[in-house]
């Protein structure tokens, strides 16, 4: 008996191969080769696209069916949505649920993230953040009434609403910009360095929370009680219809991001971004590390 066109239509897309990208930084490539080689364990076939370019791209490639898969950031959804001043952003619990609840009806499912927020923060230079007891934004605060603080950072981190300007108005300072060595680019590792070694006088700058360079150098990362920032904690985020077809995927990556929390990913990181490794290498590294 001949098979029937939905059967024939369902064994087609069982060899189809789940297309796998990331975004361009080095954290999107390690979370992607991730992905990538977790699927292979578990047999899906798999297509890998990585560092296929930045957000905007990415995302257009998953809604239009280019790719079926990708790591991104619970915050990011915010702007998806055009919610991004909602409060439920700046809560990791009510942040995850509301970027899945976004695109349910869009076909996409967000599986579940890691225990690591890489939004801005600000990191301080070790032996003043020791000296002056700095370890929050409220004591940051503090410390720039007192004139302690000088911050290298981004003209974007300097002048976007979302970045210092949230900072400032969540606890009450204002940074004196004469105080601020501004950045035209957004390298955290440029502004990272000079809080960490002084330079130009500097001893803050502008970090993002799972930068790999925190764990090489003596910095102290302000954290951030009252929520002035947006959570962003990295997901997979999959076309429903292929954890329809191959549902071992989605255990196995729930499984796997629960593992990368804050200290692993920023460890994880550094073994790229400082110490030259490629992302393929830590990941399959990584996972060889992991018990069975």
Do not use: H
């Not at 364990?41 to 898969?69: F, H, M, N, W």
């Not at 502004?191 to 970090?207: D, E, H, P, Y």
């Amino acid at each position: 008996m001949a098979l029937s066109t939905a059967a024939l239509s369902t064994a087609a897309l069982a060899d189809q191969p789940v297309v796998v990208a990331s975004k361009v930084d080095g954290e999107g490539a390690l979370l992607g080769n991730l992905m990538v080689m977790v699927l292979t364990r578990l047999g899906v076939p798999v297509t890998a696209r990585l560092q296929l370019g930045p957000t905007r791209i990415v995302r257009t490639a998953l809604t239009a069916g280019e790719i079926d898969a990708y790591p991104e950031y619970t915050g990011n959804a915010g702007f998806f949505s055009g919610t991004d001043a909602d409060p439920r952003w700046r809560r990791a619990d009510t942040a995850y649920a509301a970027a899945r609840a976004f695109d349910a009806g869009r076909g996409l499912t967000w599986l579940k993230p890691a225990p690591a927020n890489n939004t801005w923060q600000i990191a301080v230079k070790g032996d003043l953040a020791r000296a002056v007891r700095l370890a929050t934004m409220a004591d940051f605060a503090g410390a720039v009434r007192r004139d302690l603080i000088e911050l290298c950072a981004s003209a974007e981190f300097v002048e976007s609403p979302a970045a210092l300007p949230s900072f400032e108005r969540a606890y009450d300072f204002v940074m004196p910009r004469e105080r601020i060595v501004m950045l035209p680019g957004g390298d955290t590792a440029v502004t990272l360095r000079a809080a960490a070694q002084g330079i130009s006088g500097v001893n803050a700058g502008m970090v993002y929370g799972t930068d790999g360079a925190i764990a090489a150098l003596d910095v102290a990362v302000m954290s951030d009680p009252a929520g002035a920032q947006m959570v962003y904690e990295p997901a997979p985020v999959v076309r429903t219809p292929v954890l329809d077809r191959y549902p071992q995927i989605a255990p196995a990556l729930d499984r796997l991001f629960a593992g990368l929390d804050l200290a692993t990913l920023r460890r994880l990181n550094a073994q790229v971004a400082v110490e030259g490794d490629t992302p393929e290498a830590v990941a399959r590294r990584y996972l060889g590390s992991l018990a069975p």
